[in-house]
């Protein structure tokens, strides 16, 4: 089915949604309506002027009683309406509000006056306490009824929301606390036990989301690497549907423009037929990730297979992991195999279907259509998948496939958070501009890696995008990214290197703050499990800069280097008691030395008081020091005496391996 065809039926329900919206304009706020961020167990920003707004019908007198005090006000000519209520301190006593009208009443109960912080980035401030370290002994202990958490529903939008889908606070209990962010949740656990106060958590998070998605319009258009984009993005779901159709053909035809009328899939089962311009991918797990995001329809993929005369002579047996969509099997260009499953795929070859020597296997394959899955993509395990004969078995996804659409099937883009920016921003952030924060706690970037140069523009521009919309300076804090993937060098390059600096850089804007977890991590798990120190340490950064306690809030952060010979002399701010070795040997380790050839050793390294000396036989003339540049610098080991790790560092600025890499 072509896009155009996909493209008018989009907009054909567009004009009759459009319709819909018209016909129901005039009575959309037709009876008190307030914000979905209001509800009953809310806890509201204390010490600050109190921000409370809805809807009714225009020009229709809100009154709204708070804290023994009353305010009134009218809705404007479009139905909004908008009050500062009188700030209030902390109070551990659960207040009411009443918002009413001549008509109606609502009425909000057990509200308490803390700190709110706004939680937001992908999936590891999304990760919950369910699936933490101790996550059983963490939920049964979790009994914090000054702790309260509302969670925004994952939704995009092309231009800014209102209001977002009906949901509730959750006073922390066993039976809630289970569902709460984790990071938010023993960020919220340490600082209520020091200040003593209610805290409130408002999480809106997406896993797997870009930053970009994050920022609005407005701000894009004043950046110098995002204005450009945002000028040109499209502006409703069809024109994004067809830009995601473009893309989608040229990660497998090398070229936007590329016509995919022209072929006939006829032609794949043909014996003497091609597949070596086809398209490399491992076709386990979710194809969103596999750069063929949000696409939903029918795949081809294939593999040459090499039999000997005794296997190609043998009845086999196919075993191909799960899926929920309907599947086809073809060797050398012949049906062997067709069905839809909801268990494991397991089925015989007869004799006479395979020949000795190279063999084709050819598999179709659609979207998942199982309840709660309906990404692209196949499920289970490696081992699930091979090709078994009587004596032996040949495993099926040892390497990857080569894979194309098939552009004569029926097919659609899934409204995803990453197809455009600005999505989440707009759905999740814009409703609840205007809510009285504390501050905001930030854990992205992973997404974001293959683009870090540009990272140094956008992840500020975020941070001063939120402080314009709420028009307050909010102190702004975020988790650099942890170790994950494989140990590698400078020479190498990392790209998880390079977005640790561009998130370190932006600790030059005021009321910021960095938490460091390369020691936390777990290089086979882009989940580390350990939040409960991800919070602590988060929690310190709050305590020190939001709060102005005197704690120790950061491991040790490059300062300076000096050059003394063949020795570099690096100098650390942020050492707190001093500067230790974090292993019981007492070996320094993590640190690499260039000189002018840009040519990195494993250097040899000491602390000497505050400083770490570096050094290596090779390298007469210092040029160049780094330290933990590697997506999982698992020996770096230089901490503080409090017991925080230092930041991973370079002092050159020599070229990266994602400058060229930017936002499409």
């Not at 009321?511 to 340490?537: A, C, F, M, S, Y």
């Not at 409090?642 to 400058?659: C, H, M, Q, V």
Request: hydrophobic share 35%.
């Amino acid at each position: 089915m072509p896009l155009l065809s996909l493209s008018q039926n989009i907009n054909s329900m567009n004009k009759i949604l459009s319709l819909l919206l018209f016909f129901l304009s005039s009575t959309a706020f037709a009876q008190l309506k307030v914000a979905n961020i209001f509800g009953d167990h809310m806890v509201l920003q204390r010490d600050k002027p109190i921000h409370v707004w809805g809807w009714n019908t225009p020009n229709e007198k809100v009154q709204v009683q708070f804290n023994g005090e009353s305010y009134q006000t009218s809705a404007d000519v479009d139905g909004n309406w908008s009050l500062l209520l009188g700030s209030a301190s902390a109070d551990l006593k659960p207040l009411t509000m009443k918002i009413s009208d001549r008509d109606e009443n609502v009425s909000f109960s057990d509200i308490l006056m803390g700190e709110v912080w706004l939680c937001s980035g992908q999936s590891n401030m999304e990760w919950k306490v369910w699936n933490v370290d101790n996550a059983a002994e963490e939920v049964k202990k979790g009994n914090h009824p000054l702790i309260r958490h509302i969670l925004i529903p994952k939704a995009t939008a092309f231009t800014p929301e209102k209001d977002f889908a009906d949901r509730e606070w959750e006073v922390c209990n066993p039976k809630t606390v289970g569902d709460f962010t984790a990071v938010g949740y023993f960020f919220a656990r340490k600082l209520s036990q020091d200040l003593g106060v209610p805290v409130g958590l408002v999480n809106s998070a997406w896993g797997g989301s870009h930053v970009e998605t994050w920022i609005s319009k407005s701000a894009m258009l004043t950046s110098e690497v995002l204005k450009d984009y945002a000028e040109n993005m499209p502006t409703d779901r069809a024109a994004s549907d067809i830009k995601m159709e473009k893309k989608t053909i040229e990660r497998f035809h090398g070229s936007k423009d590329f016509d995919s009328t022209t072929l006939n899939e006829q032609d794949y089962l043909k014996p003497t037929y091609d597949f070596s311009d086809w398209t490399a991918i491992g076709p386990m797990g979710s194809w969103d990730w596999k750069g063929v995001p949000s696409f939903r329809g029918t795949v081809y993929i294939q593999k040459t297979l090499e039999l000997t005369a005794e296997q190609a002579e043998s009845i086999s047996e196919v075993s191909f992991g799960e899926t929920t969509g309907d599947i086809a099997f073809y060797v050398n260009g012949k049906l062997v195999y067709q069905g839809y499953h909801e268990a494991l795929i397991k089925f015989k070859i007869p004799k006479g279907v395979w020949k000795q020597g190279e063999n084709s296997l050819l598999v179709k394959f659609s979207a998942n259509r199982g309840p709660g899955n309906t990404d692209l993509g196949l499920s289970y395990g490696a081992e699930k998948y091979k090709l078994s004969f009587t004596d032996s078995s040949i495993p099926l996804m040892d390497s990857d496939w080569k894979a194309r659409p098939s552009w004569e099937s029926s097919r659609k883009y899934m409204p995803w958070m990453n197809n455009e920016g600005t999505l989440c921003y707009n759905a999740m952030i814009a409703p609840v501009v205007g809510l009285g924060l504390k501050g905001v706690l930030w854990y992205q970037g992973e997404s974001n890696a293959g683009r870090a140069y540009d990272y140094r523009k956008a992840f500020p521009l975020l941070i001063n995008d939120w402080r314009d919309k709420w028009k307050e300076e909010l102190p702004f804090f975020w988790v650099q990214l942890s170790s994950y993937g494989a140990f590698n060098d400078s020479n190498s390059g990392s790209d998880w290197a390079e977005l640790r600096e561009a998130q370190s850089m932006a600790l030059k804007l005021p009321k910021t703050g960095e938490v460091v977890t390369i020691d936390i991590g777990n290089p086979k798990d882009i989940h580390p499990r350990n939040k409960q120190d991800v919070g602590l340490r988060m929690a310190l950064s709050a305590e020190k800069v939001a709060y102005g306690k005197n704690v120790v809030f950061s491991g040790p952060t490059f300062k300076s280097m000096k050059v003394k010979g063949r020795r570099a002399v690096l100098s650390f701010d942020n050492v707190g008691g001093g500067l230790k070795v974090n292993n019981k040997y007492g070996n320094l380790e993590g640190y690499e030395i260039a000189g002018a050839d840009k040519k990195f050793y494993f250097a040899e390294s000491k602390i000497i008081g505050n400083t770490v000396v570096v050094s290596h036989p090779m390298v007469k003339a210092p040029m160049a020091v780094r330290y933990g540049w590697s997506n999982s610098p698992v020996d770096a080991n230089l901490f503080n005496k409090e017991n925080l790790p230092a930041s991973p560092f370079r002092t050159d600025s020599w070229k990266g391996i994602t400058e060229d890499s930017h936002f499409e």
